[in-house]
């Protein structure tokens, strides 16, 4: 069973910056595709971005592609979500999920977080 720990999310002002870190726990995730997702109060759920195994491949949702980045880092067992240029619509509470497994474009996320809140403000 893989726990996947997401943190760095505050309070910082329209336009600014924040770097969000998922880390799992339990058991390596290299073999993992993995990806973030957020949900505002009284929406639903969405995809942010989506990462391979490798790091060689990244997806982005069409709100957030040119101001988000995603990248990993295999030698820290860590994911991150680089976020620039942020808006108050990108408040949300922000998710790091897994696949249990390799496949690309990812089929199913089967791993959750609790998720770490990001709020901008205007």
């Known amino acids: 069973q893989v726990q996947l720990v997401e943190s760095g999310g505050r309070l910082v002002q329209a336009g600014g910056s924040l770097r969000l870190s998922c880390a799992p726990s339990?058991?390596?995730?290299?073999?993992?595709?993995m990806g973030w997702f957020r949900q505002a109060p009284t929406k639903e759920r969405e995809f942010v971005a989506a990462i391979s195994w490798s790091g060689g491949s990244t997806d982005y949702a069409g709100s957030v592609k040119g101001r988000f980045t995603i990248f990993r880092d295999g030698a820290k067992n860590t994911m991150y979500l680089q976020m620039n240029s942020l808006k108050p619509e990108d408040t949300a509470l922000y998710y790091c999920a897994a696949q249990d497994g390799s496949s690309w474009p990812i089929r199913r996320y089967d791993y959750w977080g609790q998720g770490t809140q990001v709020t901008v403000s205007s």
């Open positions: 339990g058991r390596t995730y290299r073999n993992y595709a």
